[in-house]
């Protein structure tokens, strides 16, 4: 009985191993394929993080230079006590992002902000101006009927005051007449922190209105609908440094962090790999000395 079954029995543990053999093989290729694609992954995010540790050097030089502008502009403001008018309740917020991404939660936290600010009541009232493809995509699934204007290629280049003079203009020239609202960008307090800050905005109504304007000497419409002009202009110059500085900066922190994940995982898959790839030449030994005992 035993002899007569014994052929069928030795084909299919044949084929058993054959089969275990096969995908076995198929197993060690995937893990290859994968080392080698994580591998890749690491050699781009450290690159990447090089690059953004450049620019990140020169855009900490030139937040230096832009800041005298926002907090200028901020000052007078604060200085005549320039308040938002009861009459008018159109607000204008303003979200700083760009249209570049693999920055951490960077352009999230300023969309985050303008999301809480739409969910509140009162924000039929409300319009957004998305600066920058990243917030637009984030605050147009759900707040799309509050979206008047979305300035692109925002980030791919160093910011200047020539950028953001197109980009006050295109604003004042929307349509959309407000009385007051918010500028919301990111602002920059080390290699590895922001917040998310704002800088008021205030229609000319409001600002001839403030208490306080007459201690400025010859002010009259034409003066203060100009330095309306300059003063967003700078404000938004500002906020442009400020967001391309920590944009670089949590640019560089995530594709250092990418990169190190990338080497524990490379760690974890050679690993596998090595203890794979052992265990396959084992079973070959172990066929073929099995083998040689049943010829001998």
């Known amino acids: ?25 198929a197993t060690l290729k995937q893990i290859s394929m994968r080392l080698k694609s994580v591998k890749n992954i690491q050699k781009i995010t450290q690159s990447m993080k090089m690059v953004s540790a450049a620019k990140y050097a020169r855009a900490e030089r030139d937040l230096k230079a832009a800041r005298p502008y926002g907090e200028g502009a901020v000052q007078f403001y604060e200085q005549a006590e320039v308040t938002a008018t009861e009459d008018d309740p159109k607000q204008l917020y303003i979200a700083m992002s760009s249209d570049r991404g693999l920055c951490g939660a960077c352009h999230t936290g300023v969309s985050k902000v303008i999301r809480l600010r739409l969910a509140e009541p009162g924000a039929e009232n409300i319009k957004v101006i998305c600066v920058g493809d990243k917030s637009r995509a984030i605050l147009q699934r759900l707040y799309s009927k509050h979206i008047v204007a979305v300035a692109n290629e925002i980030g791919r280049l160093p910011p200047t005051f020539t950028d953001a003079s197109k980009l006050a203009t295109a604003i004042l020239t929307c349509g959309y007449d407000f009385g007051s609202g918010k500028i919301i960008y990111n602002k920059f307090r080390s290699v590895v922190s922001y917040q998310q800050s704002d800088m008021p905005l205030f229609s000319q109504k409001a600002v001839e209105n403030a208490p306080k304007l007459t201690v400025y000497d010859s002010l009259d419409s034409d003066v203060i609908q100009s330095y309306m002009e300059f003063s967003l202009a700078s404000m938004l110059f500002y906020a442009l440094k400020e967001g391309a500085c920590s944009e670089q900066s949590s640019r560089m922190t995530a594709m250092d962090n990418a990169s190190k994940n990338a080497g524990e995982m490379i760690e974890k898959l050679t690993l596998t790999f090595n203890r794979t790839r052992q ?4 079973r070959e030994l172990i066929e073929i000395i099995s083998g040689a005992a049943a010829l001998e």
């Open 1 to 25: 009985m035993l002899g007569r079954f014994a052929p069928g029995v030795c084909t299919q543990v044949a084929a058993v191993s054959q089969q275990q053999q096969t995908r076995n093989m």
């Open 279 to 282: 265990a396959v030449i084992t």
